[in-house]
């Protein structure tokens, strides 16, 4: 069976790295090759970008550009070699994220944003995509209580964030076979249940 690309997304504080490691974990004990991976990051280059874009302040189309480079980086080193061999691929945000933030947070023109999409994968796309949805004073309440100092994105004021948010929906309603809205803010193992069952319907039948 051949390998799937399943990206995770939501807002700063969502959750959703904790559950990234848990389904590799799940879909190992299911006999997949599993690999675990970030953007902006999951190769050398692009952790060095990803530094630069988490800390550095920079004009918004610098940021983009730098987000898609990295990206652009990734897809050729690890995921496009991964899915060719059969194996998965389990990926902390992807270019939903770019519609997100640079797009809904920022303001940047969508239409930008597609035609660097399409540059820079047109050929491929997630299966799946797994969107970690909560209410915004959740999310800022969980990120207040971090101990390590915030990011230059987690940094942003809450109506950054509420437009964020509303772009992820925004997609998730325009995309709705491949973007699954995940309500985040239930027990972790209400929360595993369901992706264990949209994971089988969508990925292993
Ligand atoms: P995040 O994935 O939240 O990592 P951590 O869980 O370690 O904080 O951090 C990445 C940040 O980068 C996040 O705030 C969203 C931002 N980002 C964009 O703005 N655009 C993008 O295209 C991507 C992939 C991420």
Redesign the pocket.
Known sequence: MKGKFITFEGI?GAG??SHVEWLADWLRGQGKIVHIT???GGTPLGERL?QL??SEPMHLET??LL??A??REHLAQLIEPALARGEWVVC????D??Y???GG?RGLDRAKLLTLENWVHGHIQPDLTLLFDLPLEVARERIALTERSL????QEKADFHHRVRLAYLERAATHPGRIQVIQADRSLEDIRKTLEEIITTNCLK
Do not use: C
């Open positions: 700063d959703k790295s970030r953007e902006p990803r874009l988490l940021e983009t987000m898609f990295a990206r902390d945000r992807f270019t994220a770019s997100a933030y640079q947070g990011d230059r994105f987690e």
